[in-house]
């Protein structure tokens, strides 16, 4: 069964430092989305991104975020300078069709990113 | 107000029994409910999405959505052990620029013990 891949699993990094966040979606998707989860808190939306522009942003996703297709297999979301509340797990997600009706979003299985 | 709400739990359960999980919003615009599982270290999949006030029923999973109420249910029929996960409720944007962008309640953490 095709499935979202995410690597690193687990990402340490030193507060001000760069650090990008792979996804591989699944290969015949169009719509691709960054959600992250502070520990304890709610999944929260950070991005969707189709035809190689971000299609909508959450206030949280300010201009230390930057997400990227280099190729025609992965998704990328490079944080430029991180802080101490950067701190959380980043899910990638993508989906056929434009989810929001009956399409699904599958998540990939998240990378962890703690900030030291 | 918080547009999705949702109690955190912990829940925990005997296996065999009948497990609701509810969650209420605020946005009236919100038109398809959805029902996510999220085992430990893993992303949200997919359970169960309605539309309509009403039930649907797919197996041991019942979703109810009460749309004048701003309500909506999942019950889960003769739990399992491997039923154990977190439950969350998330609603999609599906109106004018904003498509695709999901909205999650807190997720409830649910343990079906043997």
């Known amino acids: 069964e095709p499935e979202v891949t995410q690597t690193p699993s687990h990402q340490v990094t030193q507060m001000g430092q760069e650090v990008i966040l792979r996804c591989v979606p699944i290969?015949?998707?169009?719509?691709f989305y960054w959600y992250r989860q502070i520990l304890g808190q709610k999944v929260e939306f950070l991005v969707s991104f189709y035809n190689n522009e971000i299609s909508e942003k959450s206030e949280i996703f300010d201009d230390q975020f930057s997400v990227e297709r280099p190729d025609g297999s992965n998704f990328t979301l490079k944080i430029r300078s991180t802080k101490l509340e950067d701190s959380a797990m980043y899910f990638c997600?993508?989906?056929?069709?434009?989810?929001?009706?009956?399409?699904?979003?599958?998540f990939g299985p998240g990378t962890r990113l703690t900030v030291l | 107000q918080k547009e999705v709400e949702q109690d955190p739990g912990p829940l925990s359960v005997p296996e065999g029994a009948i497990v609701s999980l509810n969650c209420t919003y605020s946005?009236?615009?919100?038109?398809?409910f959805m029902w996510y599982r999220q085992y430990s270290r893993k992303g949200p999949e997919l359970l169960m999405y309605t539309y309509s006030s009403g039930n649907k029923e797919d197996g041991r999973f019942t979703a109810q959505v009460d749309k004048s109420s701003k309500y909506i249910s999942l019950f889960i029929r003769d739990s399992q052990p491997s039923d154990s996960a977190t439950y969350l409720c998330a609603m999609p944007n599906a109106g004018g620029t904003s498509y695709g962008k999901l909205t999650f309640g807190q997720g409830t953490i649910l343990t079906v013990h043997p």
């Open positions: 946005n009236s615009a919100f038109q398809y």
């Open positions: 997600a993508s989906s056929a069709r434009l989810a929001g009706v009956t399409d699904t979003q599958y």
């Open positions: 290969s015949n998707h169009l719509y």
